[in-house]
């Protein structure tokens, strides 16, 4: 069975950091595509960052070189990596998993994440 799991969320201020983590289980991470959306209320899910399983990534332009994703596949765990945070990346992060030939998605339950001051 599948599970994702999230986690590394929190209360941070403007210009702070965090580092959120993804751990697979169901032995997919390795074939999978992995990747970071975020979602605020009454908003659509939208992607942050994506990583392959051949380690190219991918980044939404509201980024602009502030996150980095990584993956480590023998720990089954992605990563992702917030620098300099916004107010507005207030929001749920939910970490998502794609195994390669497969039309089935899995989903986390989401971890929150508040820049405040």
């Known amino acids: 069975q599948v599970q994702v799991v999230e986690s590394g969320g929190g209360f941070v201020q403007p210009g702070g950091s965090l580092i959120l983590s993804c751990v697979v289980s169901g032995r997919i991470f390795s074939t999978s595509a992995m990747a970071w959306y975020r979602q605020t209320p009454g908003k659509q899910r939208e992607l942050v960052a994506g990583?392959?399983?051949?380690?190219?990534?991918n980044y939404a332009d509201f980024v602009q070189g502030r996150f980095t994703i990584s993956r480590d596949n023998a720990k089954e765990t992605a990563y992702l990596q917030m620098n300099n945070l916004k107010v507005g990346g207030t929001a749920v992060y939910y970490c998502?998993?794609?195994?390669?030939?497969?039309?089935?998605?899995?989903w986390g339950m989401g971890t929150q994440v508040t820049v405040s001051s």
């Open positions: 998502n998993a794609k195994p390669k030939f497969s039309s089935i998605e899995y």
């Open positions: 990583i392959t399983n051949g380690m190219t990534t």
